[in-house]
């Protein structure tokens, strides 16, 4: 059983940056591939970004070269680094665990509540 918890979002202007961090209980969270999740109002969740058990990571077209995905197992904790935010990555953001299928949202397991991230322009 993992239970995950998303923070570090908030309101920033275009062109600034964000960091969310998924923090994640359980003993064996290292063994779990990763993913970030986002969902607009009025549009279907969207994969962003996946870390592998064993670091492969995979980008979102729409977020490459802008996002970066890391993790601390250590700290049992997965990043987003956001940068070049623009006012179309507003969501609510979610990390997600527990899938062999990284970008499909259906096959995670695990999810956390969210947070919102807001972009102005």
């Known amino acids: 059983q993992v239970q995950l918890g998303e923070s570090g979002g908030g309101l920033v202007q275009a062109g600034g940056s964000l960091r969310l961090s998924c923090a994640a209980s359980g003993r064996t969270f290292s063994s779990y591939n990763v993913g970030w999740f986002r969902q607009a109002p009025g549009k279907e969740r969207e994969f962003v970004a996946a870390?592998?058990?064993?670091?492969?990571?995979y980008y979102a077209d729409s977020v490459k070269g802008r996002f970066t995905i890391s993790r601390d197992n250590a700290k049992n904790t997965v990043y987003l680094q956001m940068n070049s935010l623009k006012p179309e990555d507003t969501a609510v953001y979610y990390c997600?665990?527990?899938?062999?299928?990284?970008?499909?949202?259906?096959?995670?397991?695990?999810w956390g509540q969210g947070t919102q991230v807001t972009v102005s322009s």
């Open positions: 997600a665990a527990g899938s062999s299928r990284v970008t499909i949202p259906s096959s995670y397991t695990y």
């Open positions: 870390i592998t058990w064993n670091g492969n990571i």
